[in-house]
């Protein structure tokens, strides 16, 4: 009979803790190790757009080359992230020599650490380990979770698929026997589809309906944006399609997660795809819930916290304020004000009173900020640009519209950021 593992908490702030792999397990691992404020050295040819994104912001040191043993020289902890066993076992032995815990992704026998199942609620963090059976930790760990909820009235069921057979755009039918996807749905168990808002950045923002779908889900499509510690809490046999990584130009890549979705649920998967924010701000959601419904896919739609009112509320800016601003817009600035591409009529935008909201407008704010105050907004109106907002990495600059983008070349800030004009922006400057 082996013998039970001793349960520890690692403080791991500043010590180098070296992850080899940069696939989607080492996505799934590395939020939680960056969480504990471990200097991260991930060790990998390659990486999923999420560590990329990761490594570009300077959270972790990327080594892009296959591992070496002394890669480990000063580590606290190693996690191997890859799917061949003779790469994983010659981390092992490096990890053996030095007397350092090992983490096995491949092999849980040959490790000697495991990953428990956890689930943190602000300061406490609740790990539970199953004596190697990572479905009786997760089942262990949902329950302490509901006990620390200390929530009631909560439905349930999740009330009734706002798409399918019965709820198909106007104008369409799936019938059985119909030819097409339909009919592939009709010979055989469906799956289902739940279109899941994550929130802005932090893992605790999402909704408790949505995190309980993640918990019941086989395959998750994420977006890069989504919380890197939601996917840490995701079951070992889940499939992780990172959907940033999906080739292909943008309408392309939105044909291919459309496929994915219909696909897994017709062959009987439970499927939530999970959004930055909520699945229908920007989030092309109504295009996923169309090719789900145009299938005869179940779908269900779990609204998210979106980062164009929370992000400026973490902020400390109001998007209205008694006797400041009676009203809001959200736009989206992906596509250049001069752009024929555009949607956005910038010179009514001009002449609203109220606070504006820009999402993805980074990259354009020069020329966003130049065609609202040459349409008359006042080059003097407060601004406020807040990036990451949610997060650790959070970082606030408050400018005016005519300086703002300057300033933020100045200031080195990038995306993903939340672009707030309006006097809302010192309406709490007092308190």
Known sequence: MSANPYPLGLRLAGRRVVVVGGGAVATRRVPALLDAGADVF???????????AQ???????WAP????????????????????????????????ERRIFCVRADDRAAA???????????????????GGDPRRAMTVRD???????????????????????????????????????????????????????????????ITVKGWRLLTEADVVVADRLVPGLLLDELRPDVELVDASKIPYGPSRAQEEINRILVDRALAGHVVVRLKGGDPYVFGRGGEE??????????????PGVTSAIAVPAVAGVPVTHR????????????????????????????GLRGTLVVLMGLKNLAAITATLAAHGRDPATPVAVVQEGTTGAQRTL????????????AAGLRPPAIVVIGDVVGALDAS
């Open 398 to 409: 408050r400018s005016t519209l005519g300086e703002v983008a300057a300033d933020v070349v």
């Open 65 to 96: 080359r296959r591992f070496a043993p002394d890669d480990l020289d000063g580590a606290w902890l190693v996690q191997v992230a890859v799917d061949d066993p003779v790469a994983a076992a010659s981390v092992s032995a490096a990890a053996a």
């Open 323 to 350: 006797a400041v601003a009676h009203e809001f817009t959200v736009v989206s600035g992906h596509v250049a004000p001069d752009s024929p591409a555009s949607l956005v009529s910038w010179p009514a935008l001009a």
């Open 143 to 205: 329950a302490v979770r509901d006990l620390l909820n200390v929530r009631t009235g909560l439905p349930a069921e999740e009330g009734p698929d706002l798409a399918g057979p019965a709820a198909v755009p106007a104008g369409r039918t799936v019938a059985p026997g119909s030819g097409g996807a339909g009919a592939a749905a009709a010979a055989g168990p469906v799956g289902r589809v739940a279109l899941v808002g994550a929130g802005p950045g932090d893992p605790e923002l």
């Open 289 to 302: 819930l169309l090719a789900c419904a145009a299938a005869g896919v179940p779908v269900t739609v779990v």
């Open 55 to 61: 490594a570009d912001a300077g959270r972790l040191h």
């Open 42 to 52: 991930l060790v990998a040819p390659e990486l999923t757009p999420a560590l990329h």
């Open 112 to 130: 000697t650490a495991w990953t428990p199942a956890v689930t943190r609620h602000g300061a406490v963090t609740v790990a539970v380990l199953g």
